[in-house]
């Protein structure tokens, strides 16, 4: 996984995923949705505190989009 974090704190994620997709998780009215270049889906609800905790959420983000793609790739 070459995930490259720009910008992480307790509301959103945003970086570059294998140095070419958008990454960005971001948090809006207790909501945490996650976009990766086109994919788009919310993650499973839950309260996010901390760095720590979001960090989190992001590899599990990353992990659930290379399982959804997996299928898609030629």
């Known amino acids: 996984m070459a995930l490259k974090i720009e910008h992480i704190d307790n509301t959103s994620v ?23 270049a086109n994919w788009t889906r919310a993650v499973a609800v839950r309260s996010v505190e901390t760095i720590s905790e979001m960090r989190q959420v992001t590899y599990e983000t990353v992990a659930r989009y290379r399982e959804d793609s997996r299928g898609h790739i030629a």
């Open 14 to 36: 945003r970086g570059t995923l294998d140095g070419a997709l958008d990454f960005n998780i971001s948090q809006e009215g207790g909501r945490l949705t996650a976009r990766i």
